[in-house]
Nanobody
């Protein structure tokens, strides 16, 4: 299971840090990802982090602005978001890289002036 938090309303150019705490599986042995789903759109992959710190991948739309990280001691994955744009508005979720875990409720990120 996944519990996401840290979303909110932010102005364009602002920053947010999302957190996701996982349970029910061996967190440290799994590749983790952040996804997002904007209104009327399909869920998309945003960022992925390998089992070991340093292996990351990002969607082109967020590259250079978002940073994914993890703390295996806390079973938590983070998404630091900078230079936020209105098009980043979405519900953000974390899951296993293949999306096979039970989806949490997500955390709403709204970028608006």
């Amino acid at each position: 299971q996944f519990v996401e938090s840290g979303g909110g309303l932010v102005q364009p150019g602002g920053s947010l840090r999302l957190s996701c705490t996982a349970s029910g599986f061996t967190f440290s042995m799994n590749v983790m990802s952040w996804y997002r789903q904007a209104p009327g759109k399909e869920r998309e992959l945003v960022a992925t982090i390998g089992r070991f710190v340093g292996t990351t991948n990002y969607a082109d739309s967020v590259k250079g602005r978002f940073t994914i990280s993890r703390d295996n001691r806390k079973n938590t994955v983070y998404l630091q978001m900078h230079s936020l744009k209105p098009e980043d508005t979405a519900v953000y979720y974390c899951n296993l890289r293949d999306g096979s875990g039970k989806w949490g409720q997500g955390t709403q990120v709204t970028v608006s002036s």
